[in-house]
Every structure is written in structure tokens, then in C-alpha cells.
């Protein structure tokens, strides 16, 4: 997409643009709430969500990495009743609502006490789902 050109979240995937799909593939899953952090464009991906029952947070350090975004998505009143937090980048299209729900299930069998990864063969990725709360002594 390059460095100027259009940003990847944005470009359409079956004509909708990606990030929105993504959103749409939480919202139809068995995770709740969701919650979509922002940085780069807040306003070009906040257009991309309209219409749907999501929460949005802009995440002001966003050119600090992924892990200021994970800590200000999680800080979202609504995640903190929550017994998990899974966590979906938006540029995965092949992402499907049973793939979410497979994991929602596994994090629930485990009690809510496991870290539960997406993987393709032997390699571990994302989604992934994990306790809110840190059961270490």
C-alpha cells in the first residue's frame, strides 16, 4: 500500500472496507463488547464503523506500538467486567465468527483461566484471548 498510498484497513475486502469487516465478524460472534482502538486516521476508521454497536477509543501514544493500543483498548469501562479480553487485528480477513467463537468456547472450558491463540499448524498467532486479571502468586 506504501507509504503514501491508501492505508490497509481501510481497502475494501467483498467491498467493504476491512476494518469494518472485521467489525462485523466480532459483533456477530459470541465476544462482547467490542471495542476498536484508533490511532493513525482516527477519523477515516471512525467513518469506516458508523452503524454498528461498537466502542471506539482513540489511542493518543499510537506511534508507540501495539502494546499502548492493548492497554487503552482494555481500559475501556466495559472490559472491566468482562473475565477476558480477546484480542482481533483487523487486517485478518480470513477471520471468520466461528473462529471467535471456537476460541470464546476454549476460554470458557478453561474457566476463564487459559490463554487460548489462534494458530496455522505449529505456529501460534491471533486472535488471541486471554484472563483479564493475572492468576500468577
Given at each position: ?70 492497554a487503552c483498548g482494555v481500559s475501556h469501562p ?60
Amino acid at each position: 500500500m506504501g507509504e503514501n498510498g491508501p492505508h490497509k484497513l481501510l481497502a475494501e475486502f467483498d467491498g467493504v472496507p476491512l476494518v469494518r469487516r472485521s467489525a462485523i465478524v466480532l459483533l456477530a460472534s459470541s465476544a462482547a463488547p467490542v471495542v476498536a482502538v484508533t490511532g493513525h486516521r482516527q477519523g477515516d476508521f471512525e467513518r469506516a464503523l458508523v452503524g454498528l454497536d461498537i466502542a471506539t477509543l482513540f489511542n493518543r501514544s499510537y506511534e508507540t506500538g501495539m502494546g499502548s493500543s492493548l492497554a487503552c483498548g482494555v481500559s475501556h469501562p466495559q472490559i472491566s467486567e468482562c473475565d477476558g479480553v480477546l484480542v482481533m487485528l483487523a487486517d485478518m480477513p480470513g477471520i471468520i465468527t466461528e473462529h471467535i467463537d471456537r476460541m470464546v468456547q476454549a476460554f470458557q472450558q478453561s474457566g476463564g483461566e487459559a490463554i487460548v491463540r489462534a494458530s496455522f499448524g505449529d505456529a501460534p498467532g491471533h486472535p488471541s484471548c486471554s484472563p483479564k486479571r493475572s492468576t500468577a502468586a
